[in-house]
């Protein structure tokens, strides 16, 4: 079975500082190299669909720049159907300025540009595209009500809609009512539950909080340790694979990208698709880079049992 997956999304040109340690404020440092490569949240997520072999499609805006053609030429070699990114002149691409120190750490400061421009008006054309998918994944660097339009025409042609809520952000209510799976970290879970996440008890409260703000699964992914997950048939935690990791940026990306490449529309074989999800992260975190670190199938399937 070949998933079909939409991804509405992000689109920056990431600038990478490699630093000793993070600057205090008020502090002047030196950075000892300099790196750029495509990300954003949502393109590094369709590139974890695709190269895991779902036939992954983008809705998303960059501006009429050279950052923008990258993204898009980026895309297309990784063979995502780019047919709705839209191009604006009044914006630039989105870009991101990402700290990396030695142990792997980052902080990212993004300026959303013409991902932020989105309006509804750019979606119109994706209908068709909508009906034939089995998934739509949404997080919020595009405008929150670009993605509430996005989730009811998905749902209303029967596909999957799967929300990350990164970077955490006050959400439109109404976007939960229309979210099956909702994949937050856990400050982002408690930014919207008000329930900090401690435990796996606060996780199950935070799942708990989200069935009745109207999504109806949930999983918390809580970095080197593992994924939380909570559906209508079971709850558990999911260890990570204890690996070394030399940049931490586009993880949690991968995670969700390469998790929907294999799950069941029904999320019957959730737990499959998480281990499967957590050892593409592994890896990711394992190489520098945001795109350039995304495993393939592959080498996910040849590293499954390390
Ligand atoms: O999640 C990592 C991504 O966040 C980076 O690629 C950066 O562009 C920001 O969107």
Redesign the pocket.
């Known amino acids: 079975m070949t998933n079909k997956v939409v991804v509405l999304g992000?689109l920056?040109v990431?600038t990478t500082l490699h630093v000793e340690e993070m600057p205090k404020p008020g502090e002047t440092i030196t950075a000892k190299s300099k790196t750029n490569s495509a990300?954003?949240?949502g393109a590094?997520q369709a590139i974890a669909s695709v190269r895991s072999g779902a036939t992954t499609s983008f809705i998303g805006q960059v501006g009429n720049d050279q950052a923008g053609q990258l993204m898009i030429k980026t895309l297309k070699d990784n063979n995502v159907n780019t047919d709705h990114i839209n191009i604006v002149d009044d914006e630039g691409t989105g870009s991101?300025v990402?700290l990396l120190n030695e142990v792997g750490q980052n902080s990212?400061m993004?300026y959303g540009g013409a991902n932020q421009s989105m309006t509804i008006d750019c979606v119109n054309q994706a209908d068709e595209l909508l009906k034939d998918t089995d998934f739509v994944i949404a997080q919020f660097?595009t405008p929150q009500e670009v993605t509430l339009e996005v989730f009811k025409k998905a749902k209303a042609a029967g596909a999957v809609t799967i929300l990350n809520p990164?970077p955490a952000a006050k959400i439109i209510p109404e976007i939960l009512s229309v979210t099956d799976l909702i994949i937050p970290n856990e400050t982002e879970s408690a930014t919207l539950t008000g329930i900090e996440v401690l435990d796996e008890n606060t996780m199950s409260l935070n799942a708990k909080k989200f069935k009745e703000m109207g999504a109806s699964n949930l999983i918390i992914t809580v970095g080197d340790r593992g994924a939380f997950f909570s559906t209508d048939e079971e709850e558990g935690f999911v260890p990570a694979f204890k690996v070394k990791a030399v940049d931490t940026?586009?993880a949690?990306?991968t995670f969700i990208g390469a998790l929907t490449s294999q799950l069941n529309k029904d999320l019957s074989n959730i737990k499959d698709a998480l281990i499967y999800a957590q050892k593409a992260s592994s890896i990711t975190v394992q190489g520098l880079g945001?795109l350039p670190s995304i495993p393939t199938k592959e080498q996910i399937m040849n590293n499954i049992n390390e």
């Open positions: 992000s920056n990431d990300g954003g949240k590094n991101a990402i990212i993004v660097e990164a940026t586009a949690g990306d945001a």
